[in-house]
Structures are given as C-alpha cells and as structure tokens.
C-alpha cells in the first residue's frame, strides 16, 4: 500500500501572516521524511502483526518493559517513553494482558500507581518478534542508506528530540539478553 500525504492542510493560502514557506529541497526532504517513515512503519506493522499478532505499539512497548528493571514499569512511565498518550497505552496493555503477554499491578508504595510487568509468555513473544523486528528494521532501513548518512540522520533526529525538549539520547540500548544478541 503506497502512502500519500496531503500537506497542504497544513498551509492555508489564505494566512494573514508570511510564513517562511520551505524552498524545494527543504520540501522535497520534509515530505520524504514524512512518506518513508509512515511507509515504513507501517510495513514493519504488517510484518509483526502477520508474523506475531502484534502491533508496533505493542512491541514498543514490549522493547520498553524488556529492557526496564524486573521488566516492570509505572504505566506512568511506560507513557512517557513509548509514542502513545497514557489512554491509548492503558488500552493497549488492556490487550496484551488479555493476551496473557503483561500484567499489571497496584504499586503498594502508594496505592495510586500502576506497575506493567512483562510476563515470561511476553518475553518468549519479544524473543521471536525482534527478530522480525530486526530483519525489517536491517533491510528497509539500515542496509538501504550509507553509513556516513545513518550517522546524519542519527545526530539530526538527536538534535531534533533536544530541541524539542528531550534528551537526546535517552533511549536505551536493546540489552544483550535476547539469546542470539550480542553486543557490537
């Protein structure tokens, strides 16, 4: 399925102000972006769900409790590092543990927090599912850009979550526990 997006909501011809519109180069790498990675991601969900039952959602969130101490975070937290809203998550962890691949749990220290943990059937899912996860990741991205220009993009995206008020490196390296991983 081709992606095509229609930018021109964005722009309204009639603004009373002079907007700084982008030049053709600028245009052409903006509306790049935006038409590779919405392809893109949207491939990546289509082989997990096909291969898995998974969402891209889910295995972010997946990836995120995998990684976290115990595999257990607040749902607070889980929020704050997947791209979902703390509704969309709690709907989304709603069908993994119906799924039998996370639990949740009140945390006792104050009783209004709410732990997600995942669960020994979510790990063995993340075991089969990164591979596919992998291998898209490999052949639709990483294999198909030079390794001079990964590294831009890298630091240009980097730039762009600071400036956006984030770390730019706050996310975490997959650990090297998944049986098949090692550490480069």
Known sequence: MRVSLNVNYMYPRDMTENPRWLNDTEEHSWRAYIEGTLSFLEKLDRELRAEHGISN??????????????????MAELAASTSQSRSRLSHTISRMEKNGIVIRKSCGEDG??????????GWALIVRASKTHLRGVR??????IQPEDLKTIGEAFSKIRQGLGGDAHSFNRCPA??????EN
């Open 57 to 74: 959602n889910e295995y972010e969130v997946l990836v995120r409790l995998s990684e976290a101490p115990e595999r257990t975070l607040r």
């Open 112 to 121: 209004r927090g709410v732990f997600a943990t995942l669960t020994e059937a």
């Open 139 to 144: 052949q639709y991205f990483v294999d198909v």
């Open 177 to 182: 526990t998944i049986p098949g991983r090692e």
